[in-house]
């Protein structure tokens, strides 16, 4: 059972925007960066976002990530078929001196 | 172009070893800024932490696996292994290394994990 809790799908028609929470704790999330992984069907995670909001390069601006005490979101605007994975939190847990992972939000693209 | 490649047994036995090795290419890990880190997912769950390592020689590791676990690297030949001991058919997942590059010196709770293996699936059973 993971200290970071997310919906576990979530959906939208192409071009839509989607939002994926992710809530933690002060021990986390609320002392900690956030970061954003992505992992298409069958494939290993990727980096999305990392210090809460900044995007590696080659990561479109259609991804956005932001922090607000202890909880981040993920914001996917322009939603594109491709978009079709599975979605990570993550976040050092001082508590429980662990990088914690959230547990994973299912995005469709309908 | 940095890529890290996992290698090691598919198939260990109850109460034995489990050892892989990630090989990365593109870059030197011998950079004092550069981590490794191992990572699991057991068939259709989550992602969890394992452990890391800072090619400087600090590593890290997941307490509720730490009693079993070993973290290491070679960067003569830019390389970075687990061992897992006492397995049993709990550890059965796809095991996964990656690489982050920290600005803040060693900081583990700056840890993100910019590149990834393919990861290799490593099954307990006897």
């Known amino acids: 059972q993971s200290v970071l809790t997310q919906p576990p799908s979530a959906s939208g028609t192409p071009g839509q925007r989607v939002t994926i929470a992710c809530s933690g704790s002060n021990s986390n999330i609320g002392s900690n960066y956030v970061y954003w992984y992505r992992q298409l069907p069958g494939a290993a995670p990727k980096l999305l976002i990392y210090?809460?909001?900044q995007r590696p390069s080659g990561v479109p601006d259609r991804f956005s990530g932001s922090k607000s005490g202890t909880s981040a979101s993920l914001a996917i605007s322009g939603l594109r078929s491709e978009d079709e994975a599975d979605y990570y939190c993550a976040a050092w847990d001082d508590s429980l001196s662990t990088y914690v992972f959230g547990t994973g939000t299912k995005v469709t693209v309908l | 172009q940095l890529q890290l490649q996992e290698s090691g047994p598919g198939l260990v036995k109850p109460s034995e070893t489990l050892s892989l090795t990630c090989t990365v290419s593109g870059v030197s890990i011998s950079r004092s800024n550069y981590y490794g880190g191992w990572i699991r997912q057991p068939p259709g769950k989550g992602l969890e932490w394992i452990a890391s390592i800072y090619y400087s020689g600090h590593t890290y590791y997941n307490p509720s696996l730490k009693s079993r676990v070993t973290i290491s690297a070679d960067t003569s030949k830019n390389q970075f292994s687990l061992k897992l001991n006492s397995v049993t058919a709990a550890d059965t997942a796809v095991y996964y290394c990656a690489h982050g590059i920290t600005i803040f010196g060693v900081a583990i709770s700056t840890t993100q994990f910019d590149s990834w293996g393919q990861g290799t699936l490593v099954t307990v059973s006897s």
């Open positions: 210090r809460n909001n």
